[in-house]
């Protein structure tokens, strides 16, 4: 099967700017789940969405949000982009809904804010 | 929420030694606990996991080790190779009461280096 795609896979923004990140799971895997790494904190928890419902939230301001299809792909949108947005966002599929599950990590989008 | 200590941040050993990180979490309603490990510039990969309801687990080269009571893991990794040079996160997954869940919570990671 084909690993969890992300696009686009470099960005460069100007702060205020809004963007959007598509992420396609694993075939027949219905969860999406994404998080933001950087140096200093780490990978941190954004949101999971299963069947185009956010399940669970993060600590993240509302300018992050996300959505999911009925193909399960995902997308991830963040608004007014403040420098310390600037991080690799990833996208991680498992079968089912919840962190129980094996989770596979695409290979993120390294987003740059200006 | 669920809180995950990683330690050391960096481990350097000889290739053929063995390696052991160690992770401590606050839930204790966590019940899922992957570890990844990230290559530079690359996605994390899933290397093994271990679920509540076992003590131990082992693939090959990579063991993990769980103590519930004291809320501790470990990830065991013996004869050392250059490719195993990277940095590992271990993760917490926990269940709230009531079905309502986190996503994984990641510890800050250890670099390991395999000195030749």
């Known amino acids: 099967k084909a690993g969890v795609t992300q696009t686009p896979r470099y960005l460069i923004k100007t702060r205020g700017q809004q963007v959007t990140l598509s992420c396609s799971p694993i075939s027949g895997h219905r969860s999406v789940s994404w998080y933001q790494q950087t140096p200093g904190q780490g990978l941190q928890f954004l949101f999971e969405y299963f069947s185009e419902t956010q399940r669970n939230k993060g600590n993240f301001p509302g300018r992050f949000s996300g959505r999911q299809f009925s193909n399960s792909r995902s997308e991830m949108n963040v608004s007014t982009l403040e420098l310390g947005d600037s991080a690799l966002y990833l996208c991680?599929?498992?079968?089912?809904?919840?962190?129980?599950?094996?989770?596979?990590f695409g290979p993120g989008t390294r987003l740059t804010v200006t | 929420g669920e809180n995950v200590e990683q330690h050391p941040s960096t481990l350097s050993v000889q290739e053929g030694d063995s390696a052991v990180i160690k992770c401590t979490y606050s839930d204790s309603a966590s019940n899922y606990f992957p570890w990844y490990k990230q290559e530079l510039g690359k996605r994390p990969q899933l290397i093994i996991d271990i679920r509540s309801n076992v003590g131990e687990k082992k693939d090959q080269r990579i063991a993990v080790t769980l103590n519930k009571t004291a809320k501790h893991f470990s990830l065991h990794i013996t004869e050392t190779q250059p490719e195993d040079s990277a940095v590992y996160f271990c993760a917490a997954f926990s269940a709230r009461s009531g079905g309502g869940a986190d996503g994984l919570t990641f510890g800050k990671g250890t670099h390991l280096i395999i000195q030749p």
């Open positions: 991680a599929s498992s079968l089912e809904q919840g962190g129980w599950y094996e989770q596979y």
